[in-house]
């Protein structure tokens, strides 16, 4: 299991464990993590599972593919470390990953 920490935009903690292979989003829903909404379910559909990646761990993800982009150009939100959820495979890299969830989720 890969520890992963979200982070509320007020700063409230949530540490979860998640399964190698799948991804943050499913973590995230799976653990109850307030501010993930993935109204689509993980089919890169939507922007409700946008996360803002810490700095240090942008370099251990794998890049975004054009459908992440498009989908993460409508968040009102979006910063240059933004990410989709539903896009960030779970590995053993990965573990002690940290994320951040925005204000609102669009």
């Known amino acids: 299991m890969v520890k992963i920490l979200f982070i509320e935009h007020n700063g409230e903690q949530h540490p979860v464990e998640a399964k190698v292979g799948s991804t943050v989003m499913l973590a995230a829903v799976t653990n109850g993590v307030p501010g993930i909404d993935a109204d689509c379910g993980g089919a890169c559909s ?16 794998a890049e975004m593919e054009p459908m992440e982009e498009a989908m993460l150009s409508l968040s009102n939100d979006r910063q240059d470390n933004s990410r989709l959820s539903c896009q960030i495979k779970v ?7 940290v994320v951040s969830t925005p204000e609102f989720q669009y």
Request: glycine fraction near 4%.
């Open 46 to 61: 939507c922007a409700t599972c946008h996360v803002y990646v810490d700095q240090a761990w942008l370099p251990k993800l």
């Open 91 to 97: 590995s053993e890299e990965l573990d002690g990953l």
